[in-house]
């Protein structure tokens, strides 16, 4: 069995797509997935599977719509590629407050995101990743998951330093 980080995208999220943790467990874990952990109420999830990432989205999508009706984006990572992103960080890790990672469905392209006013924030595109530094917090960046969507024409969920740092320790148990 190998470990894989998922993300689901907008679940939770201003009280729309709701899915109890423990539910999203037990369907999980009728999809034959092992050793489910789920973190905070946003669909992030450390599970073991002998299926490649493309096979264990396209379940979990298909599980999510057949039992609680949402078409719900997934997105999957090994465990090296999670390591690998969070090491491929360019931009600095002080505060961790305003550290995020974009995570795509598949590798862009685009080296640029046309987006105007983005003031102080940084981004850099690297593969299937968007590493943000957004100094003013994201509250307030221009660097929202549908405009990064948009631009680049994918599939993008954004997870904050310790939501990433958090799975990943979470795969280690």
Not at 73 to 93: G, H
Not at 116 to 135: A, M
């Amino acid at each position: 069995m190998r470990k894989y980080i998922v993300l689901l995208r907008g679940i939770n999220v201003s009280g729309k797509n709701k899915i109890p943790m423990a539910d999203l467990r037990d369907l999980l874990s009728s999809l034959q997935f092992q050793n489910i952990q789920t973190y905070i109420q946003s669909g992030n999830i450390v599970l073991e599977s002998n299926e490649d990432k493309s096979v264990i989205c396209n379940k979990i999508k298909e599980g999510i719509q057949n039992k609680f009706g949402f078409d719900v984006p997934v997105l999957a990572r090994t465990i090296q590629e999670w390591k690998k992103a969070i090491e491929n960080y360019p931009f600095s890790i002080k505060n961790e407050k305003i550290v995020a990672f974009t995570f795509l469905n598949k590798a862009s392209k685009e080296s640029v995101i046309e987006v105007k006013n983005i003031g102080e924030d940084k981004y850099k595109i690297v593969d299937d990743v968007v590493y943000l530094y957004c100094p003013l917090g994201f509250g307030k960046t221009k660097l929202t998951n549908n405009s990064i969507e948009k631009k680049l024409n994918v599939i993008a969920t954004t997870r904050n330093l310790r939501t990433v740092k958090r799975l990943l320790d979470l795969s280690k148990l």
